[in-house]
């Protein structure tokens, strides 16, 4: 867009536009101190032009935010190809690159941003949580998982965000090491709930078979055993 | 209170009878679908008297959120005695006796209720957090926590709440399977973090050091040896 060439844009790329722009800066400070006014600044164009696209700032943010959960949503797709663990990390590692590109964001959002308790921003986020447990399933190969296993999902997933909350509140350890840890502790819940449920443990002993022996749950292991010794 | 006989209440009785009669209600059903119509018919008095003790249903839901954090961070509290996995096991039971009496509104609240991004109700909510978080570390017998220690034990308490929630949603796990293995669970999630850090490592060896033959720590390491042979 560097062209210098300014011309009027139609109604959908000026939405898709403003979108980009608030997105931008709901990404880089809470969204809560970010303004029409500096929105309208930023895309170039004038306060009630804005509001001519969108009808106020919190349908802009619902908006904004639907275009960020379908991108993270997009992030948990990965090839069903080779061992589960690395396939994980990959996963982990694209879940921290959008948690960093949108931290303010990602904070005030999780925390109680501006549009917290709408209903369109509820069900975004139940949206992405819901794309991350079907992708998990599919790739433990379960079509319909029993109850024990869907508790150790849904709360692992639950796990994630709240490490990568925590994270973002200073940043005080690698994210690296956050991504193989929370893959291992996966590994570690699923292995609490098989050590109680025979249907969870036969589920979860061909995905082991598979595992290679420079992979995330073989190091645990070899971590624990060390350690233990 | 089964006198029969009729007194007029002074204002903070009245306000802590309102209290525990919004409380009991809005744990029986979200608190979205009780009206102040129903508060009033169940506490005995008219519409314009509740009005007359709070201005609104949003600070007599702020009140009896209150009452009800306390009482849940008050569940927290266990004598620093014997050895840590019991311990915990009696605070988990505890919090599941809480979650199983206030049902509804504990969904409610934590799935977005009537007063979602009130700054009363967050603070509240993140009080209950970090009393949950102190008690914790009390009990492993750290003052300061290290980064990685913090971020084990506070992801932890949402694997907990979000377990706790799941479990509401149908109840199709027992809730004593689930005390059991969120203990385990904890334990499961410090051993990983232990295993790629020297000082998490050295603060829990004393800690299992102590654990009992029959304890849920002995018992996760005995049933995974079971399950891996």
Known sequence: MSTGT???????ERRQQLIGVALDLFSRRSP???????????????????YHYFPGKLSLYEAALKRASDDLAGR?????????GARLL????????????HGPGFS??????????STTTNALIDSVRQAAYEQILAHLGVGEPPAR?????????????????????GRRVPREELEVQLVQSLGALLAVSAAHDTETAE???PLLKQEPGDGPFTDLVTRLV???S
Chains 1, 2 share one sequence.
């Open 226 to 228: 060390t350690l233990a």
């Open 32 to 50: 809560d101190e970010v303004s029409i006014d500096e929105i309208a600044s930023a895309a170039g164009i004038s306060r009630p032009l804005v």
């Open 90 to 101: 990959r996963v982990m590692a694209r879940f921290f690159d959008f948690v960093d590109e």
């Open 6 to 12: 300014r011309r009027r844009l139609g109604v959908e």
């Open 108 to 117: 005030a959002l999780m925390r109680g941003g501006p549009a917290v308790g």
């Open 149 to 169: 296993l869907e508790l150790v999902v849904r709360s692992w997933i639950s796990l994630a965000e709240s490490t990568a909350l925590i994270w973002l509140d």
């Open 203 to 205: 589920l979860l002993r």
């Open 76 to 84: 948990f797709t990965e090839p069903h190809e080779g061992p589960l």
